[in-house]
């Protein structure tokens, strides 16, 4: 199966069950350089066996060239749904070039293959951000706090995109509800003008409670990006000031959405 | 590709072309095309309802507002806000403009200057309103005839 990127043809071999794509299940050779892939799927709740994806890096190597280190092709991972654990022992296990979320996405696939293989046009520096974006938050649990419906869908199928798993809350009372500790919320986006509590006023109260919570013996410390709906200086100051991490105005451009996330979550 | 798929793309590129060029819609609506999928396909027929639904509801409720004879000026700027906010999220560009100069207006305490822009809201809405679903029924059409539905430009 061929697929055409940018006018170059990359070859990739599926192997694994797949619904649309099925090629065969067995060992990929590198070759015309390295363009080849191998996408394996794994289902993160078999056992971690033999056949398991998690293991194909090492079977690669040990199987088909006697253990020898070889030039791997680029692999990517295929999952339904992975903690940030998981995405980390993936890393370990050799999937060290990128993680895709289940269900596929053209648009998706399409950049983290542009950021795999190196393709892709220099002139759009957003394109880069894509693939790096897709770093930052797969597999990540993000809390998104807006009391008006539409921004709310909107920012979490943003944030969906990349392969972030988004919860929302309609309201600052809500989002300190669902943040006291213990919780397992990698971030959390912040409408700031909301009735009844602001966005200030409801990230200073969980840092309160993030700071009763240390006396237990942990640090906790969700970070939080403001969602202004207007830029100013002011709004900045008052981020700052009230404990919170960052800020990204909506509707979220990708660049920008970059520069604030990877201030505050790192690459799995 | 049948006759009918390619008379009806070239429909809605037309149709969707001359909405960005005369400012109903900026790149936002695009950007909300991009998050729709085979795994979320309705996503942005959804959101144009939510759009849809909100914008009645806030436009009753500005009305509401604006017809005591002290006016709270504080309840319109949060409406107007409201409005303004869901507007940028769908890319509805002219709706978005005139909440700028409500909230003007709204600040400065200007009876007059509100109820003026109450009544553009209302006649922008209702413009865009129209003409995102025609834009969607065109979608609708494209699909059903088996084609794909051209990248807005």
């Known amino acids: 199966m061929n697929l055409m990127i940018d006018e170059k043809h990359v070859e990739i071999l599926i192997a694994g069950m797949w619904r649309k794509w099925i090629e065969h299940g067995g060992a990929v050779d590198g070759k015309d350089g390295g363009r080849i892939l191998g996408a394996w799927e794994v289902d993160m709740r078999d056992a971690w066996g033999y056949s398991s994806g998690l293991n194909f890096p090492s079977f690669l190597r040990t199987e088909r060239h006697g253990g020898k280190s070889i030039i791997c092709p680029k692999l990517i991972l295929i999952a339904t749904s992975m903690t940030s654990a998981e995405c980390e022992i993936a890393k370990l296990m050799g999937y060290a070039d990128t993680i895709i979320m289940k269900p596929l996405r053209a648009s998706m696939i399409a950049a983290c293959l542009q950021q795999v293989i190196g393709m892709g046009d220099e002139s759009q520096p957003g ?4 693939g790096n974006l897709q770093n930052l938050l797969c597999g990540k649990k993000i809390l998104v706090v807006d009391d008006n ?49 602001d966005g200030f006023e409801a990230t200073h109260n969980i840092r309160k ?9 942990k640090i906790w410390h969700v970070p939080i990006l403001a969602m202004p709906a207007d830029v100013i200086q002011a709004t900045y100051d008052e981020c700052v000031r009230c404990k919170m991490d960052g800020y990204v105005s909506k509707p979220f451009e990708e660049e920008q959405l970059y520069k604030a996330v990877s201030q505050v979550l790192s690459r799995t | 590709m049948s006759m009918e798929v390619a008379k009806l793309q070239q429909k809605f590129l037309d149709y969707s072309n001359s909405l ?3 400012g109903f819609l900026d790149d936002q609506f695009i950007q909300l095309h991009m998050l729709q999928d085979d795994s979320n396909p309705d996503f942005v027929a959804e959101v144009v309802t939510l759009f849809g639904e909100d914008s009645e509801r ?14 709270d000026y504080r309840k319109v700027d949060a409406y107007v806000h409201q409005f303004k906010g869901s507007s940028s999220s769908i890319g509805a560009q002219r709706v978005k403009a005139v909440c700028s100069d409500f909230r003007v207006y709204a600040d400065a305490k200007n ?43």
């Open chain 1, 127 to 130: 394109r880069e951000g894509t």
């Open chain 1, 149 to 197: 419906r539409v921004n709310r869908i909107v920012a979490a199928g943003a944030l969906k995109k990349y392969g972030a798993h988004v919860e929302c809350a309609d309201s600052g009372k809500a989002a300190i509800a669902k943040l006291e500790p213990p919780h397992t919320f990698d971030a959390c986006f912040m409408d700031i003008q909301m009735p009844e509590m």
């Open chain 1, 209 to 217: 409670l993030e700071e009763i919570a240390k006396e237990s013996g």
């Open chain 2, 20 to 22: 960005f060029q005369d």
């Open chain 2, 58 to 71: 806030l436009i009753a409720e500005l009305s509401a507002a604006l017809q005591h004879d002290t006016i």
């Open chain 2, 111 to 153: 009876r007059e200057g509100c109820l003026q822009c109450l009544q553009l809201i209302k006649q922008e809405f209702s413009l865009i309103k129209h003409k995102l679903d025609s834009l969607l029924k065109l979608e609708e059409q494209i699909i059903a005839a088996g084609g794909t539905v051209p990248f807005m430009d």
